[in-house]
């Protein structure tokens, strides 16, 4: 099993940033920087949807729509993935899920059908106007 915990949400004005962790652990051997990471998000009444990946390189991916503003990064030492969001808007409000998957590469197409084996919980990212 793998244990996803994420941090650093909360409710803020558009234009503020916040930055999410997410924490991971595991069974006994769990090698943090062999898994692909990444962020979803589901807004209030909308699917959820892929913010941005990172694989066990360091390569990594923002969906369009995002990449002039969120960053994704990982620090392998503290098996612990971050999320920059800058620039919010009112839209980015959602919660921001943070999920792991044994593919070193990032699968596509678990990327593209959401099927990462492990998740979080979820943390809440609320931007007024």
């Known amino acids: 099993q793998v244990q996803l915990v994420e941090s650093g949400g909360g409710s803020v004005e558009a234009g503020e940033s916040l930055r999410l962790s997410c924490a991971a652990s595991?069974?006994?051997?769990?090698?943090?920087?062999?898994?692909?990471m990444a962020w979803f998000r589901q807004a209030p009444g909308k699917e959820r949807e892929g913010v941005a990946r990172?694989?066990?390189?360091?390569?990594?991916f923002v969906s369009d729509s995002l990449k002039d503003r969120f960053t994704i990064s990982r620090d392998n030492a503290k098996n612990t993935l971050y999320l920059q969001l800058d620039s919010l808007k009112p839209e980015d409000t959602a919660k921001y899920y943070c999920?792991?998957?044994?593919?070193?590469?990032?699968?596509?197409?678990?990327?593209?059908?959401?099927?990462?084996?492990?998740w979080g919980q979820g943390a809440q990212v609320s931007v007024s106007s």
């Open positions: 595991g069974y006994s051997g769990f090698i943090y920087s062999k898994w692909c």
């Open positions: 990172i694989d066990t390189n360091g390569n990594t």
């Open positions: 999920a792991a998957d044994s593919i070193p590469s990032c699968s596509l197409d678990r990327w593209q059908q959401q099927t990462f084996g492990y």
